[in-house]
């Protein structure tokens, strides 16, 4: 499955967040930095109508969410790279993760105390970053002279392996991070092996105030124009509401979102943006047992999009059974959709696309 790592300064709503997204009290939020040591992981459902939708129509007896993995990677504060406090064990863990989540505090509380005494997102930000550039400039520094050796006795990957990590090492030494390279089609392996920090995609999450939930404030303002610039996402949230509205049923949540002027939960936008970011999609199997959604990335092909259900679908993979899924609602169904014309038999170059409703042939 697809991981981000929450991270962001100490008190600034990331246990909040997470439990309000995993609706755990597993990482417990307190007026106090430091107070999550420990990288907390959970799973959450990724909230999409159309499997509801799909199921109803074809009277599926479970409804199964495809799912992503969030982890609250706490500690991360000034001097981490240079193993002050927490910082080692933390880098360790953000260089698992696909993606980062950075929660920046663009709410004023005289009550929460912030470690640099002021309510700065964007120098926030930049404090991270900072962090996270002298941990990949140290890490690259280390291996381009392990891999001086064996590019000695001739070894082609550890050569490619040193001339991106020289190219990182150019931007990082310049203050860019290592996601502001262009990297070519051919070098994509090498460089997502090299697992840099800085060359991870990363989403501002902006917690606001409750009062501006719905729009924002100047200090999200400010976020979402640095993140334009560096081509990153931002999402506005109000960590506070979404840990009130975890504890509410759906009708009540429901309710409450009105109340509030806000069209969606603020965490089922944080996870469609991560989603995004990712570059991920969804596409369903649907049948009377049950209905279920499946991620992939943009451009994965028939063979490799059943391989996520099983291997041996896509070792024996044969065709897809393909109804695109406006076909499906349009045509109430499998039946209707084939009456339509909308019912196509792929194979093994078609690229699925996002909402696909499948129904794959192999052999075992
Ligand atoms: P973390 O250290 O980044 O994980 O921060 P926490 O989630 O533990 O939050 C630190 C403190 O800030 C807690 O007392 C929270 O209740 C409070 N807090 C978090 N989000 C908000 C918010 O949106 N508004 C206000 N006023 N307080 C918040």
């Known amino acids: 499955g697809f991981k981000m790592g929450i991270v962001g300064l100490p008190n600034v709503g990331k246990s909040t967040l997470f439990n309000a997204l995993t609706k755990t009290a597993a990482a417990q939020a307190a007026n106090f930095p430091f107070c999550t040591i420990e ?28 799912r ?22 933390f880098l360790a863990n953000i260089r698992e993760t696909d993606a980062i989540a950075h929660v920046l505090r663009c709410f004023e509380d005289d009550d ?34 392990n891999l001086a050796r064996k590019i000695k006795s001739g070894d082609k990957e550890a050569k490619d392996a040193v001339r991106l990590l020289e190219q990182a090492k150019e931007a990082l030494e310049a203050g860019r991070p290592a996601r502001t390279i262009e990297v070519a089609e051919e070098d994509r392996k090498a460089w997502a092996m090299l697992q840099l ?13 409750e009062a501006n939930a719905a729009k924002g404030n100047s200090k999200s303002d ?9 081509g990153a996402g931002t999402v506005v949230i109000s960590a506070k509401i979404e840990e009130e509205i975890s504890q509410l049923d759906a009708d009540e949540a429901e309710m409450f979102l009105d109340e509030m002027g806000l069209e969606e939960a603020g965490l089922d936008r944080l996870i469609r943006a991560g989603y995004e970011l990712l570059g991920l999609q969804t596409y369903f199997t649907v049948g009377p047992k049950e209905a279920r ?3 992939i990335r943009h451009g ?14 896509e070792r024996g993979f044969i065709r897809a059974e393909t109804i695109a899924y406006d076909d499906y609602i349009a045509g109430k169904g499998e039946t209707g959709a084939k009456e339509a014309g909308k019912f196509r038999v792929e194979g093994k170059t078609y690229e699925v696309k996002d909402g696909d409703v499948l129904h794959f042939l192999f052999n075992s």
């Open 39 to 66: 990288p907390n992981v959970g799973e959450v459902a990724v909230p999409d109508a159309r499997l509801e939708a799909l199921a109803a129509i074809a009277g599926s007896k479970e409804i199964i969410p495809t």
């Open 68 to 89: 992503m993995t969030f982890v609250d990677i706490a500690g991360l504060v000034k001097g981490a790279s240079k193993g002050e406090g927490l910082g080692n064990q």
């Open 112 to 145: 929460v105390t912030h470690v640099e005494g002021r309510v700065e997102p964007v120098a926030d930000a930049e404090t991270i970053e900072t962090e996270l550039m002298i941990a990949d400039l140290e890490s690259l520094e280390k291996r381009i002279a």
């Open 197 to 209: 920090l800085t060359a991870k995609p990363v989403l501002y999450v902006c917690n606001v105030e």
């Open 222 to 230: 400010a976020v979402a124009k640095m993140a334009a610039a560096q």
């Open 293 to 295: 959604a499946w991620t």
């Open 300 to 313: 994965t092909l028939a063979p490799a999009a059943a391989g996520v259900i099983h291997g041996d679908f």
